[in-house]
């Protein structure tokens, strides 16, 4: 009986050591928004599409220069158009791991700050608790009305009825804690790296993102119609920016995923992450047009959220001084630090992130978070 123990378990390993091998690769979809005859957004010299495919291939050759277990799939890698059906069709045929879809924002001819809205957000699946959050998912949702027939292939969805997002009210996406925690290391990145002013992790009703069954957000990189954005949007070192950002928070991601997957080589060690070395670049518009008023605009480093309130003596908040909280969304969220200017929150960052991986900058006015 004794040697009978000892053949399985001589067998029971030598199965985990063939199945440790042959773990399938981390596979990422990269999603370039719009495409051919659909423009997107439209600024005075450069249109979304071209912007968003730009970013989609650099984010990718990153990935796949430094990320050897990772397969990369794209929605597109060309001038071409992909229903918003088909994007997701691709994202799960290919079993994604994660699905980023790439976008550049815009408001309305009528919006009277339409030439001076600025900055990056990114958007999972949920609730939209603003009528601004709502206004983006209807713009995106409305390519599908390129489509021939498309209430059809939508089950008579109709992107312009506030009425027909109320699928999104309903549903219960099981990858919302992972895509929370990747579009929160996007904006981090997006602040630190690409430059960006930081408008927040949304939710909202976006139909591609309903779709893939995996976690999965939405980037809106910045507004096309502002034309000191639109001029870094358009511009190789800006998407370039853009896609070290989108890898940078990716590496993070993709490491913490390898540390809970139990066995899986850890990627990220070796991967490098990138900065924003050019902070002198015209276009890099970090001042905040609101920030006129300087006295009362603060910046803190947002190290986590919580939808209990933590005692004050919590493990979490070891070796950290000066920790507030303020309450939005249903969630308690975490600050440390209260600094004058962005580039002295930025140099703190960096430290808080040896702690707090995930940690990004805020600003807030009136003990109220700006967005």
Known sequence: MGRLF???????????????????DFVLVIDAGHGGHDYGAVGDKTNEKSINLSVALKFGRLVKQHHKDVKVVYTRDGDYFKTLQQ??????????????SIHTNSVDKRNKNRRKIKGTATYTLGLHR???????????NAVMMLEDDFTATYQGFDPNSTESYIIFELSQNKHMDQSIDFASKVQSEMVSTAGRHDNGVRQAGFWV???????????????????????????????????KAIYNAFTSYKTAYDHSSGGRPVSGGDAPLFTDDDSDDEDDDMTDDIACNDGEL???????????????????FKGLNNVDNYYDGGLYKYTVGDYTSMDEALRELKKVRSKHHEAFVITMRDGKRVK
């Open 209 to 243: 993102l309903a779709k893939t069954g995996m976690p999965a957000v939405l980037v809106e990189l910045d507004f096309i119609c502002n034309p000191v954005s639109e001029r870094f949007l358009g511009s190789e070192k800006g998407q370039t920016k853009f896609a």
């Open 87 to 100: 994007r997701a069709e691709i994202a799960n045929k290919a079993s994604g791991d994660l699905f980023v």
């Open 6 to 24: 000892q053949i399985l378990f001589i067998f029971a390993a030598l199965t985990c050591q063939y199945t440790g091998a042959e773990a399938k």
């Open 130 to 140: 603003s009528a601004e959050n709502l206004d983006v998912a209807k713009r995106e």
């Open 298 to 316: 603060r910046y803190r480093i947002q190290i986590l959220a919580s939808d209990v309130k933590l005692k004050s003596g919590s493990s979490q």
